[in-house]
């Protein structure tokens, strides 16, 4: 009845088929976006707090709008998620993630890089087999040094299916994290179920760990699980040496923030590294 209710709302509402119609032009737009090349990756260190090492680089996709600018993907991403769009947008951040890898190892930089796909596209039926094209265009570039970071939501949306894509991707090589872990609201049942390499824990919970107690909470436990499943894990949002220390001290060593780095266009990466102490 909710349901129905909710429809009916819609069909008499005079702003909806305007609305509909804005978002429309959108994706028009953002389609041609893509076309055009105005889309550019940044890339997020991730360090191991033990040692120092840099672990790998999160590849974040932003729009050089040539008349609003530089806009990061919470400006354009909701018109997108959702339809078919998020494909093309996924099959052109990897199609970019490995041509820089290619370069970077040219250059001597060997770090894996982690892309983002979006729940529609991992679902695709033939997400995989586009991924092994793509990847046939770079034979110097091993499958290893390519990484999928999947929303927790994703995962649990249609499980058999991301199950599937997941064990594919590996026998391929390729490593999986699973994203905004704590903000899903997964069973255990199906976290032990999915093969992923990495928890990635949302930052939301990171933040704001050492002034909300129920934060912190949340921290503690995903910690906790991800040990008692052995599985690796990595918080983000790290913006202070507080975090990293408290962290540390729950057992959590990988780390990604603004206090270790920003997301820094591709050419900034060698002076980063070189002046990172740990390297
Ligand atoms: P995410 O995957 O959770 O990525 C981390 C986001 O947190 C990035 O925002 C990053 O810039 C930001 N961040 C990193 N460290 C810190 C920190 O210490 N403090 C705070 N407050 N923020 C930090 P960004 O680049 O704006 O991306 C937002 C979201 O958009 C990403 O969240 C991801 O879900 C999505 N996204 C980004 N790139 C792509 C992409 O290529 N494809 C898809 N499908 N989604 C993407
Ligand atoms: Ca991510
Ligand atoms: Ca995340
Ligand atoms: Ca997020």
């Given amino acids: 009845a909710k349901q129905r209710g909710r429809n009916t709302y819609h069909r008499?509402?005079?702003?909806?088929?305007?609305?509909?119609?804005?978002?429309?032009?959108?994706r028009e737009r953002f389609a041609r976006a893509i076309d055009n090349d105005e889309l550019c990756l940044y890339y997020q260190p991730q360090v191991d707090m033990g040692s120092g090492r840099v672990t790998g680089l999160e590849a974040l996709v932003r729009w050089q709008h040539?008349?609003?600018?530089?806009?990061?993907?919470?400006?354009?991403?909701?018109?997108?998620?959702?339809?078919?769009?998020?494909?093309?947008l996924g099959e052109w951040v990897i199609q970019r993630a490995l041509s820089q890898l290619s370069a970077w190892q040219e250059a001597g930089i060997e770090l894996p890089v982690s892309v983002n796909i979006s729940p529609v596209h991992l679902l695709q039926a033939d997400f995989v087999v586009r991924l092994e094209q793509l990847l046939a265009h770079y034979p110097q570039v091993a499958p290893q040094r390519l990484k999928l970071e999947v929303l927790e939501s994703a995962a649990m949306h249609d499980i058999q299916a991301a199950l599937e894509a997941i064990h594919r991707c590996k026998a391929l090589g390729i490593a999986t994290a699973i994203d905004d872990f704590g903000t899903g609201f997964s069973s255990l049942t199906y976290l032990r179920q999915l093969p992923v390499d990495l928890i990635k824990i949302d930052q939301s919970f990171v933040r704001d760990m050492l002034v909300d107690a129920n934060d912190m909470a949340i921290v503690e436990s995903v910690i906790y699980m991800a040990k008692r499943f052995g599985r690796p894990m990595l918080a983000e949002g790290v913006e202070t040496l507080e975090h990293a220390r408290a962290l540390a001290g729950l057992g959590c060593l990988q780390a990604q923030g603004y206090g270790i780095a920003r997301p820094m266009p591709p050419e900034q990466l060698p002076t980063w590294l070189a002046t990172w102490p740990g390297r």
């Fill in 12 to 26: 008499f509402d005079p702003g909806h088929d305007r609305q509909l119609q804005v978002r429309q032009a959108q």
């Fill in 66 to 88: 040539p008349e609003r600018g530089l806009l990061a993907p919470g400006e354009f991403l909701p018109v997108v998620e959702g339809t078919p769009l998020a494909a093309s």
